[in-house]
T-cell receptor, first 110, second 113 residues
Framework: KNQVEQSPQSLIILEGKNCTLQCNYTVSPFSNLRWYKQDTGRGPVSLTIMTFSENTKSNGRYTATLDADTKQSSLHITASQLSDSASYICVVNNNNDMRFGAGTRLTVKP | SQTIHQWPATLVQPVGSPLSLECTVEGTSNPNLYWYRQAAGRGLQLLFYSVGIGQISSEVPQNLSASRPQDRQFILSSKKLLLSDSGFYLC????????????FGPGTRLLVL
């Protein structure tokens, strides 16, 4: 079983709508959690990084939350744009190594 | 500013042929370097990481190897490619500071036929 589970696997929304992507993890101990955006055929790009003491962090229209007690994180995208179509990857770091989720494939349609 | 390069961008190779993918980083010194493979529709799988010249750690047994001949150069190789080696290969470097984060290269798409 993967130590980082993301849901949903894929998501289709209309332009302008909001959406929330989920990441549940069992990685322990915990150092930080990162969300990446990966456009098709490109390398991932970091969106946010949160440590144990942070429970929310924003980067423009992207807002990540972290509940270290329940080991859950979410990425909320506000007022989606066509350019938000991509895979979103959750990565949990336990100081020794990084565990990657399989990603959520988001498609934003006009 | 720091940049990371990978080449080639795409590669089609026959089964049994050798492989050499190169990754170079500019604008930083002594970075941690990583090689990942991403199969279609799957998550990223860490293959190798390096904390310095000549220092390579492998995460999974495979027919691939890695080398770091220079501080900012990371090479992924194989003597004989398998069909299962097809995938998207990503190199990344890690910056150390208040917020550790990995910066990924543009990737190399490898198709083994």
């Amino acid at each position: 079983k993967n130590q980082v589970e993301q849901s949903p696997q894929s998501l289709i929304i209309l332009e302008g709508k909001n959406c929330t992507l989920q990441c549940n993890y069992t990685v322990s101990p915990f150092s930080n959690l990162r969300w990446y955006k990966q456009d098709t055929g490109r390398g991932p790009v970091s969106l946010t990084i949160m440590t144990f003491s942070e429970n929310t962090k924003s980067n423009g229209r992207y807002t990540a939350t972290l509940d270290a007690d329940t080991k859950q994180s979410s990425l909320h995208i506000t007022a989606s744009q066509l350019s938000d179509s991509a895979s979103y990857i959750c990565v949990v770091n336990n100081n020794n190594d990084m565990r990657f989720g399989a990603g959520t494939r988001l498609t934003v349609k006009p | 500013s720091q940049t990371i390069h990978q080449w080639p961008a795409t590669l089609v190779q026959p089964v049994g042929s050798p492989l050499s993918l190169e990754c170079t980083v500019e604008g930083t010194s002594n970075p941690n370097l990583y090689w990942y493979r991403q199969a279609a529709g799957r998550g990223l799988q860490l293959l190798f990481y390096s904390v310095g010249i000549g220092q390579i750690s492998s995460e999974v047994p495979q027919n691939l190897s890695a080398s770091r001949p220079q501080d900012r150069q990371f090479i992924l190789s194989s003597k004989k490619l398998l069909l299962s080696d097809s995938g998207f290969y990503l190199c990344a470097w890690e910056g150390m500071g208040e917020e550790e984060t990995q910066y990924f290269g543009p990737g190399t798409r490898l198709l083994v036929l």
